[in-house]
């Protein structure tokens, strides 16, 4: 291929992209809250135990309660700029993937022509490929991302927060001997003020009022380890892609092309793989990267990577690592096998129309 072509890769992931995006931004907000929700071990007769999933409202419940108290606008908080994340994100990330692939393949052709090897490019060259191109795209829109985490998450910050208040207002309440109306309007006050979501640019102001210009690279370090996940999705991917054309052509069914279906499937079993692979490090991500004021506690604060993952353990327990998986799942899943049906589509559109316009070009000239 050439770099036409990466190009063309680069513009269909970006549209493919925007269009999975869009489908299933409300689960991936539900999905961020869900990770970001600080709840400390209680403790019973000395005993710590972890709070039970089962008193948590599940996925769909929390979607009605989003539209009720925030309205359709809270589900969809951060979609701007998240859909300029989306489309840098995939254009990039295809780009480069699609230039390193051309190389791996002509090193691949070139070690065959002097005997070594089939032609084929190997998993582990497909990793490489994918790992390269993910990290060019994490360095370069970490930021977009930072900024969408916040507005996914900013009124769940802002309900902890006063909760918090309430808490404090009420063992002020107990230690001064304000108890009855006075109390109950005071409390009545706090109740009345909501949280609403806010803009991109009052989100990128409190980043860089809390932590400088430095703080729209958080979670930078679990964001670059998470970078085997699409290198985990798209050995699958390709692999699999390669395995069928094979089967396919053994069959003597080598002129059919793979089907739209066919993609979405593949792109569904490469998204699922990839994900449960690596999920805690995106609950460690997002939490880095939500505002830290949630929870009210040192306890549930974090100043690192490191830091997070010890306290995750120590004050929540392993399953935190997990909150949300299942949402996350279904999001992925299918905001992946969107892309890529999309995504091959629109290639082959660009693939026929380039053969269509070299056609008429050439009877011009003629």
């Known amino acids: 291929m050439s770099k036409s072509d990466a190009v063309a890769n680069g513009l269909a992931g970006a549209g493919g992209g925007i269009i999975a995006q869009i489908i299933t ?3 991936q907000t539900v999905n961020t809250r869900q990770q970001t929700e600080r709840l400390a071990k209680k403790k019973i007769n000395n005993q710590q135990l972890v709070d039970s999933p089962a008193k948590r409202p599940g996925t769909l419940l929390q979607i009605v309660q989003v539209i009720k108290t925030e309205g359709w606008g809270g589900l969809y908080s ?5 859909l300029l994340g989306t489309a840098a994100s995939q254009g990039i990330y295809y780009y480069f993937y699609q230039v390193f692939k051309n190389r791996a393949e002509a090193i691949a052709a070139a070690r065959k022509a002097k005997g070594r090897g089939d032609g084929s490019v ?3 060259s497909w990793l490489v490929v994918a790992a390269i191109a993910g990290s060019l795209n994490v360095l370069f829109t970490i ?8 507005m996914q998450t900013h009124t769940q910050a802002e309900r902890k927060i006063m909760e918090g208040k309430k808490e404090a207002l009420s063992r002020e309440a107990s230690e001064s001997g304000l108890t009855g109306s006075a109390l109950q309007d005071k409390l009545d006050e706090l109740d009345s003020i909501k949280p609403h979501p806010y803009g991109t640019l009052h989100a990128a102001s409190e980043v860089y009022n809390e932590a400088g210009i430095t703080g729209f690279w958080k979670g930078i370090i679990p964001t670059l380890i998470m970078v085997c996940n699409p290198s985990i999705q798209f050995m699958i991917y390709e692999t699999s892609l390669k395995h069928l054309r094979e089967k396919r052509y053994a069959s003597k069914q080598g002129h059919k092309n793979v089907s739209a279906l066919e993609v979405f499937l593949l792109g569904a079993l490469a998204k699922l793989g990839a994900t449960v692979t690596t999920y805690p490090l995106l609950v460690v991500k997002s939490r880095l990267q939500a505002k830290q004021e949630i929870g009210g506690s040192n306890s549930l604060r974090y100043s690192g990577t490191l830091d997070a993952i010890i306290k995750m353990i120590r004050y929540e327990g392993l399953s935190s690592f997990y909150k949300g ?3 996350k799942i279904v999001q992925s899943v299918f905001a992946a096998s969107v892309l890529f049906m999309i995504k091959e589509e629109l290639v082959k559109a660009y693939i026929l129309l380039a053969d269509k316009s070299k056609k008429v070009i050439l009877k011009l000239r003629n």
């Open 25 to 27: 931004y409300p689960l």
């Open 78 to 82: 951060g979609l701007k700029p998240s």
């Open 122 to 124: 190997g998993m582990f």
């Open 143 to 150: 930021p977009i991302w930072v900024l969408v985490t916040r």
């Open 325 to 327: 998986m299942g949402t």
